[in-house]
């Protein structure tokens, strides 16, 4: 349990920085709606309800669902931390790539929640390539110092 456990915070910790990558890519203009926003409003339409992407309760949604996630790809991390590379830095973006691929390239596409990679914008998706890095170096190094702690 304290592995799942560490794999949770180090995952919902690793969210934070990626996070800011996406609104930096989005302060420049690399791209329009966060995917964590225009997946979390097709769960919604999928579920038959027309969400405000402006009010509170469609962005503490947003929000939680994209810090969820971040907290289950955690937890696996910390499950397979053992068979990937010693180096903190190869085995996050290692991962990063891997969490960028199912998601992007095989899940959300087949679940109708995102368009596959191919159909979206190379700038949108160099974004997310980028903040999945982030999201795998930091997820990495941070449950590195957990397990050193916990």
């Known amino acids: 349990?304290?592995?799942?456990?560490?794999?949770?915070?180090?995952?919902?910790?690793?969210?934070?920085?990626?996070?800011?990558?996406?609104?930096?890519?989005?302060?420049?203009?690399?791209?329009?709606?966060?995917?964590?926003?225009?997946?979390?409003?097709?769960?919604?339409?999928?579920?038959?309800?027309?969400?405000?992407?402006?009010?509170?309760?469609?962005?503490?949604a947003s929000l939680a669902a994209h810090a969820g996630y971040g907290a289950a790809c955690g937890v696996i991390f910390a499950a397979i931390r053992p068979v990937l590379p010693r180096s903190d830095l190869v085995a996050g973006l290692l991962f990063g790539g891997a969490v960028w691929g199912v998601s992007y390239i095989s899940l959300m596409p087949s679940l109708n929640l995102y368009p596959s990679a191919e159909d979206?914008?190379?700038q949108r998706q160099g974004v997310m390539i980028a903040a999945h890095a982030v999201f795998g170096t930091a997820l990495a190094t941070i449950e590195h110092q957990l397990r050193d702690t916990m």
């Open 1 to 60: 349990m304290q592995t799942l456990a560490r794999g949770a915070l180090a995952g919902l910790a690793a969210t934070v920085p990626m996070t800011a990558v996406i609104g930096a890519g989005r302060a420049a203009g690399l791209m329009g709606t966060p995917p964590p926003v225009e997946i979390t409003e097709n769960v919604a339409e999928q579920a038959g309800e027309d969400p405000d992407r402006q009010s509170p309760q469609f962005q503490a």
């Open 120 to 122: 979206d914008s190379n």
